[in-house]
């Protein structure tokens, strides 16, 4: 499958190069102080993402992962320190261009369950049009790129299908195709597999995988470790808000299972 070629305008992505270009850079992150914790969430985050990596971020519950995730794109407040992206720091006024660069899968998917797969793909194209862009509707490109989508993802028989009729794996196809959409260069999933089965979770990561071959940065949170053994190349591991491991993946389930 080769999600990126189904519109040039997505070819940049096939040219992305694997050097050790920094794409996020993390100094010194630090969140709000959570009395019920007796600290902040995270506490004093370094690290660096570079360009073409899928990075799984792990750790248990409360331990900071999808507050990291969040925090790349601005929707976690930080009390100090700086995410770059692409070299761009996070503020408040380069946000709208960085979140262009970077797409999200939230935990659950975060569909609108009574519109059907197409039309939560399409809202994947709402952060670049304009309101009286769509007014009358998307423009073709854009219907036929969401089709296009849909169709290698494997949901060629379910395109005017309500989300709420889809299983929970295809509920993430579907989300991945919304990200999509907007032509990212970053790919942030929140904990993409939680509450599916065994196989719906190996298609999910298998498809993030494709799109990491296919000159994608993906970053994910995942609990599994032996999904980010099998799939990821790096882990980062946080322990009460702190890096605790940064490294390759292998034996991963050796060393904290």
């Keep these: 499958m080769t999600i990126y070629q189904v519109e040039k305008t997505n070819s940049h992505l096939l040219n992305l190069s694997r050097s050790n270009v920094n794409c996020i850079e993390c ?35 409360g331990a ?38 970077v797409g999200m899968l939230f935990q659950g998917g975060g569909l609108i369950r009574q519109l059907s797969a197409i039309d939560n793909v399409l809202c994947g194209r709402l952060g670049v049009r304009k309101n009286r862009q769509t007014l009358l509707g998307f423009p073709q490109s854009d219907q036929k790129l969401a089709l296009e989508l849909l169709k290698q993802l494997g949901l060629g028989e ?39 089965d065994i196989i719906a979770s190996q298609q999910v990561m298998t498809t993030l995988s494709e799109l990491h071959q296919q000159g994608l940065t993906i970053i994910t ?35 904290f299972s």
Aim: proline share 3%; glycine share 8%.
């Design 158 to 196: 379910h395109i005017y299908q309500k989300t709420s009729k889809l299983s929970g794996g295809q509920q993430q196809k579907v989300a991945i195709a919304r990200a999509l959409m907007q032509s990212p260069q970053i790919l942030l999933a929140d904990e993409p597999t939680t509450g599916l």
């Design 27 to 61: 100094f010194n992150l630090e969140t709000d102080y959570i009395s019920s914790l007796k600290r902040p969430i995270l506490n004093k985050i370094n690290c660096k993402i570079n360009q073409g990596e899928f990075v799984a971020l792990l750790g248990l519950n």
């Design 221 to 255: 949170v995942l609990h599994d470790l032996a999904l980010a053994t099998e799939y990821a190349q790096r882990a980062i591991i946080l322990d009460k808000g702190e890096v605790v491991y940064d490294g390759k993946c292998e034996n991963l389930q050796a060393q």
């Design 64 to 101: 900071g992962k999808s507050t990291l995730l969040k925090s790349f794109v601005g929707l976690v407040p930080l009390i100090k320190g700086e995410i770059k992206i692409n070299g761009i720091s996070c503020s408040q006024q380069k946000l709208p261009q960085i979140r262009r660069d």
